[in-house]
């Protein structure tokens, strides 16, 4: 139903109705998530995106699809939080979650361990990256990128770096030193860690990542020895390091 202009029901929608398994409800200029909603216990794919949903996600919703729930898409709206307090995501089977472009505050949210591409770029998220997030090392794609996140990067992301395909977390205020340990197997193509405050040197462990296309560290406060080492990634096709403290020859 996605691309329609809906005008959805507030009637009281009684649970023995059909249950979707997906459902698409995308750039339906939705003002907020519809009531029926509630009653679907066995959705697997829910599209949202792309509407005019705001202020909170309410706790009802938070139970939808709790057990079934594979695929989750709320971009593009405008929604500030949860109105729960979560530690972690409800949605224990999800495997796609995105949560980009809206007006998400507070810390990061911790997407369930099942979770495989996680997107929350582009909202105005604070405070530290938890902890928590290493036990989520089933990631792929990982994007917290345009947000105001501080602190260290956790040194976690090199040690599950042989499932992560994309980490970009461009635009924060991340301070500290890259990961240092990289990991044989590592499967990294994208790593973006531009326009943030970070500092020492490049980690040469990142020689592990023999698939990595793109490495953009631009905008940092990095001090070291120009990394002609690099030249052993065969597949680097974009390397962006400007705006740093590199010194030395550019070449052996």
């Not at 530290?128 to 947000?147: A, E, G, H, R, T």
């Not at 044989?184 to 973006?192: H, N, P, Q, R």
């Amino acid at each position: 139903l996605s691309g329609n202009n809906l005008l959805v029901s507030k009637e009281n929608i009684n649970s023995t109705h059909h249950k979707f398994s997906n459902l698409l409800l995308s750039s339906c200029n939705l003002h907020e998530f519809p009531d029926f909603l509630k009653a679907q216990n066995k959705l697997q794919y829910l599209g949202l995106s792309n509407n005019n949903i705001e202020g909170k996600i309410p706790k009802w919703f938070c139970n939808v699809g709790k057990g079934t729930l594979q695929y989750l898409d709320l971009s593009f709206n405008l929604l500030s939080g949860f109105e729960q307090s979560l530690k972690v995501l409800p949605w224990k089977f999800i495997d796609y979650l995105d949560l980009r472009s809206n007006m998400l505050q507070g810390s990061l949210p911790i997407p369930p361990l099942s979770t495989s591409y996680f997107f929350a770029s582009n909202n105005n998220l604070t405070g530290k990256i938890p902890q928590m997030i290493c036990k989520v090392n089933s990631l792929q794609v990982l994007d917290i990128s345009n947000n105001q996140l501080i602190g260290q990067i956790p040194q976690c992301f090199s040690h599950f770096s042989n499932s992560l395909l994309v980490l970009n977390m461009r635009n924060n205020c991340f301070q500290g030193n890259l990961p240092k340990s990289f990991m044989k197997g590592c499967s990294l193509m994208t790593l973006d860690f531009s326009h943030n405050q970070i500092q020492g040197k490049i980690p040469q462990s990142l020689v592990q990542c023999q698939m990595l296309e793109v490495l953009n560290l631009g905008n940092n406060n990095i001090n070291d020895a120009f990394p002609f080492w690099l030249q052993s990634l065969p597949e680097l096709r974009i390397l962006v390091l400007r705006t740093n403290g590199f010194h030395g020859p550019i070449w052996t």
